[in-house]
């Protein structure tokens, strides 16, 4: 288990380096194109500001865009008590509890860091698990809060954010901006802006979906780790499967939060989705469950 969450905090580093790279050739090439190099500077300098913002609202920005409403105790007893006892167990400080006023069953958590974290479930989820499964599902969202993998969901969100902006500004300033006038009608320029505007969204997507298709296989296992059950996490994964449908509030930033994706089905969604098919996650458990 120590070695899973030891290799992918190493991978996790890797991509988000490749990260960084990709907005240094964005920026590299704006300054190559427009004969500029403060605009290399400012960009890198943007986006580092951005990516800081990013980390520190990213956390409260997502609960408001899922429609998530905090709640105490007396609100909703066994849904707190669950999350508190977890937290207990795990050794873990309590986090914000928010339900989501929503039939379709799902659940995520984020936040910067322990200290900081919350944890939200959607109306439908509760109705759907019985206890042991509720519990396994929230020991999989406080799983992604001891691993930290919350916190590089957030700076990955950020990143990703942030390429796709000045991937924006990109495409903006090929057709609108004034180009200097030692590459004026420079074709190579404007085919290599133009292909890093459309490609470093992609490959933005295909980073951030490596990096939460291997979290959450580690979080369903941690999950079980610290249910000492895996048929509450194998069941929960089963009724996720079988009562699967989209969520009313849909955002493709918000997608790899979940314990399921939220999104709509369909052959792009799936391509580029951030979540391991359920039936592959329920397999890793039943051949794995002998080892827990």
Request: aromatic share 10%; glycine share 4%; proline share 4%.
């Amino acid at each position: 288990m120590y070695k899973q969450i030891a290799e992918n905090k190493r991978r996790t580093v890797i991509i988000i380096a490749v990260f960084v790279v990709v907005i240094g050739v964005i920026a590299a090439l704006f300054a190559w194109y427009f004969n500029d190099p403060w605009i290399a500077v400012w960009t890198t300098i943007i986006a580092l500001v951005y990516a800081v913002i990013q980390y520190f609202a990213s956390s409260s920005l997502a609960m408001t865009m899922t429609g998530a409403k905090e709640i105490t105790k007396k609100d909703n007893p066994r849904f707190y008590n669950i999350v508190e006892n977890l937290s207990i167990t795990t050794g873990l400080p309590m986090p914000k509890v928010y339900i989501i006023d929503d039939k379709a069953p799902n659940a995520f958590a984020t936040g910067r860091d322990p200290k900081h974290a919350a944890v939200a479930a959607t109306s439908g989820l509760i109705d759907i698990m019985d206890d042991k499964e509720l519990t396994a599902v929230m020991a999989h969202e406080m799983s992604h809060v001891k691993n930290y993998d919350i916190r590089v969901s957030m700076i990955v969100f950020g990143l990703t954010c942030m390429i796709g902006l000045i991937s924006d500004i990109a495409y903006r300033m090929m057709f609108y901006g004034n180009r200097r006038r030692n590459n004026e009608g420079s074709p190579v320029g404007y085919v290599l802006i133009l292909i890093a505007a459309v490609l470093s969204p992609i490959l933005a997507s295909i980073a951030q979906m490596a990096v939460s298709r291997q979290r959450e296989y580690l979080a369903d296992a941690s999950a079980v780790n610290i249910t000492r059950y895996p048929e509450g996490m194998i069941n929960a994964l089963k009724k996720l499967q079988s009562h699967s449908q989209p969520m009313k509030s849909q955002n493709t930033a918000t997608e790899a939060m979940y314990i399921n994706n939220p999104l709509r089905k369909g052959f792009f969604s799936n391509l580029f989705s951030s979540h391991p098919p359920l039936e592959k996650r329920i397999e890793r458990l039943e051949h794995g469950k002998e080892n827990f």
